[in-house]
């Protein structure tokens, strides 16, 4: 039960769901919190992946910058 509730906290913050396929993911720009989010979603059952995508953009006050590298944990409960 306290697993299930971490992981839910940790979606609260910076989870998201894709809006094309409706999986829920969890995007970190540090690998070992990846890599934990990995171990957690697997001891529960379910799949996870992580992939690491390099150029990142945002927007601020209307001008567009560069991010840090990100890791993004796809996560599938069974």
Do not use: H, W
């Not at 396929?21 to 996870?48: R, W």
């Not at 992939?51 to 209307?62: D, L, Q």
């Amino acid at each position: 039960d306290i697993r299930i509730e971490v992981l839910k906290g940790l979606m609260d913050t910076d989870g998201t769901v894709d809006k094309k396929t409706g999986m829920p993911y969890f995007c970190t720009p540090s690998y070992q919190l990846a890599k934990d989010i990995k171990f957690l979603v697997e001891s529960l059952g379910g799949l996870c992946s992580i992939n690491c995508k390099e150029k990142n953009t945002y927007t601020y006050k209307g001008e567009k910058k560069l991010g840090r590298k990100a890791y993004i944990c796809t996560i599938k409960m069974n």
